[in-house]
């Protein structure tokens, strides 16, 4: 069965989120930076598909995906430096690694540390914000190869996923910056200026 394609911007896009994420669906979306395939970061069926079609192995966490800054702590525990870096950086094209809280999905938690973004892209803050739903996710490509960008490509090499959301990206993956530890260090990337 092929994946049902929509542009993210399509007025039933909010309700077939809501479905895909009631009914264990998995799910490719446009960020600030590239594609990410994921869903419910609770339904072990999904994560299990995901880790099958990256080929990624079950002890590495997934990023926690959140349509608000506001949402970061009920999922994570950040001090004060580390706030002032999240309020600075986010929404953007950063994935922050903080103290996870106790409401933190296991999914995305490894030793403690949960790893989150709120991409700055219309999905997110309008489709996401009104669902008020965290999703789970990783770029869309197989372990060690490069990300996906074209929507063709995608389809054919990810048909099994159930639904393809289209819309605009970024041209690179995100910035991993690790807020546990003082200073900050960059796990991927470039550091931001002033942090």
């Not at 869903?39 to 997934?62: H, T």
């Not at 803050?125 to 770029?139: C, E, G, H, R």
């Amino acid at each position: 069965m092929m994946p049902h394609v929509v542009p993210s911007d399509h007025p039933e896009v909010p309700s077939l989120v809501q479905a895909a994420l009631e009914t264990g669906q998995t799910i490719i979306f446009p960020t600030d930076t590239v594609y990410g395939i994921g869903g419910n970061p609770w339904d072990e069926g999904v994560l299990d598909r995901v880790r099958v079609l990256k080929r990624r192995s079950p002890d590495r966490p997934f990023t926690l995906h959140l349509p608000s800054v506001h949402q970061i702590a009920h999922y994570a525990r950040p001090g004060e430096r580390a706030q002032t870096a999240v309020e600075r950086l986010l929404p953007g094209p950063y994935t922050l690694l903080l103290p996870a809280s106790s409401e933190a999905p296991s999914s995305a938690v490894s030793e403690g540390i949960v790893g989150i973004r709120v991409p700055d892209h219309p999905f997110f803050l309008a489709v996401l914000a009104a669902l008020k739903q965290p999703l789970f996710a990783t770029s869309v490509n197989v372990r060690g190869e490069r990300p996906l960008s074209e929507i063709n490509e995608i389809i054919d090499r990810f048909s099994s996923v159930d639904l393809i959301l289209i819309g605009p990206t970024g041209t690179s993956e995100s910035t991993i910056l690790d807020l546990t530890v003082d200073p900050p260090h960059v796990v991927r990337g470039m550091r931001p200026e002033g942090l």
